[in-house]
């Protein structure tokens, strides 16, 4: 290996040490809550090295967000593709299209990073970056676009258009749930412990129960003439 090789190898497994430590660390604490000076100590690099690699601590962050959502995303999708496959001329149920697009957050294996994922998701929402907004359009929206189409098959008494609306719905339903998760959660507080956001088998069965329930939901008369008032405009 030559000089020139060695060096870019060794600078790509910095980089990606960093990124993992990232992970570890915002999964735990949450991005707000791990210093720089914290990172670095946990990667084994100095703060040079995150300037280098990442420009800053939320370049880092950026760069974490786009590593999550490209090994999510891709997971999603082929496990979609291949529930249709298996469906064949059948159509798939909307519980296994849910079950998949849910299972990053809720599966014991990718737990931890579906909730950072989640984390990430909501950061964008409130304060969104050029980096974030690429981020979404690249990795979510080719993913959000099949998910729609699929979903939409299951029920065909309701209009395309209405998944659009459902769709986005049913992310801000997943993604406000599981990123209130403390031992204070306010699900707990409300039910005075008879339903806590930590028992995540719970949450799962009954954030499917509701979606599905939402996305099948006939639409009212008065909002299907609504709808095509507009349209006549």
């Not at 080719?142 to 729609?148: G, K, L, S, V």
């Not at 998944?163 to 801000?172: A, C, D, E, G, L």
């Not at 204070?184 to 039910?191: D, G, M, P, Q, V």
Request: with cysteine; hydrophobic share 40%; glycine share 4%.
């Amino acid at each position: 290996m030559s000089t020139s090789e060695n060096r870019l190898k060794k600078e790509a497994d910095t980089r990606a040490r960093i990124i993992q430590a990232a992970i570890e660390l915002f999964g735990e604490k949450g991005v707000d809550r791990v210093s720089l000076r914290e990172l670095t100590a946990h990667a084994s690099v100095n703060v040079a090295s995150v300037n280098y690699h990442f420009g800053s601590k939320e370049g880092l962050a950026e760069a974490v967000f786009e590593k999550l959502a490209h090994e999510v995303n891709s997971r999603r999708t082929e496990e979609l593709e291949a529930l249709l496959k298996r469906s064949g001329h059948r159509q798939a149920r909307l519980e296994n299209i849910i079950d998949i697009f849910m299972k990053p957050y809720f599966d014991a294996a990718s737990r931890r990073t579906g909730a950072l994922l989640a984390q990430m998701i909501l950061r964008h929402r409130i304060a969104p970056t050029q980096a974030t907004n690429r981020i979404i359009a690249e990795h979510f929206d080719p993913m959000a676009t099949r998910f729609i189409d699929a979903m939409a098959q299951t029920s065909p008494s309701v209009n395309r258009d209405e998944f659009y609306w459902r769709y986005i719905f049913m992310v801000s339903s997943i993604v406000l749930t599981i990123t209130d998760n403390s031992t204070a959660n306010r699900l707990s507080r409300l039910s005075k412990g008879r339903a806590d956001a930590n028992d995540g088998e719970k949450m799962a069965r009954a954030l499917r129960c509701f979606l599905v329930g939402a996305l099948q939901a006939p639409v009212p008369a008065s909002r299907r003439t609504s709808a095509n008032v507009s349209v006549s405009k």
